[in-house]
């Protein structure tokens, strides 16, 4: 059985899979607007061994404040059916979802997740950032973090520091580079 409290420990059986994904995006607004909004749908089916579906949608917006700061906030839900393989459960921690938290924390076969963001742009090239991230994925319960950091050239380089707001959580450490076509 999968023990929720050891995070690298995942039942595993073979299985044969042949299925498909779609992916749908569409953005409204640019760096320069004051408003920006951005949605994504992605979906996946698969059928063999197992078969199951897989759907998820994430919504962000933005607003430029007075200052130089600028605000983001997504929201993200994502649901599954039928017998998804552990590999295909969806997955929170980690600098992509709950930033605090080794990547993986949670896994489930549903997940919702919330992030917030406060940068201010004003220095040239430097931008400091605070944040807070929740979200939750199958029963363990909520994840909630929250932090500082400082992205480099409009996001391209970032450094992180993120806690757990849970009682006894330690202080987390993320880098990462973010290349963007």
Request: glycine share 14%; net charge positive.
């Amino acid at each position: 059985a999968f023990d929720s409290n050891v995070v690298d420990t995942i039942p595993a059986r073979a299985v044969s899979l042949g299925g498909a994904a779609a992916r749908w995006r569409a953005l409204r607004g640019d760096d320069a607007s004051p408003w920006r909004l951005a949605a994504e749908a992605r979906a996946e089916a698969a059928a063999g061994t197992v078969a199951y579906l897989r759907a998820a949608l994430d919504l962000t917006v933005e607003r430029r404040l007075p200052g130089g700061l600028r605000f983001a906030a997504l929201a993200a839900a994502g649901e599954s059916a039928g017998e998804p393989p552990p590999q295909r459960w969806w997955a929170l921690g980690g600098w992509q979802t709950v930033r605090g938290y080794v990547a993986g924390t949670r896994r489930g076969d549903a997940f919702w997740l919330g992030r917030g963001e406060l940068r201010w742009e004003r220095p040239p090239y430097l931008h400091p950032v605070v944040f807070a991230d929740a979200g939750d994925a199958g029963a363990g319960g909520t994840l909630r973090s929250a932090g500082a950091g400082v992205a480099f050239y409009n996001g391209l380089f970032r450094f992180d520091a993120a806690r757990p707001l849970e009682r006894g959580g330690r202080w987390k450490w993320d880098s990462y580079a973010v290349v963007r076509f």
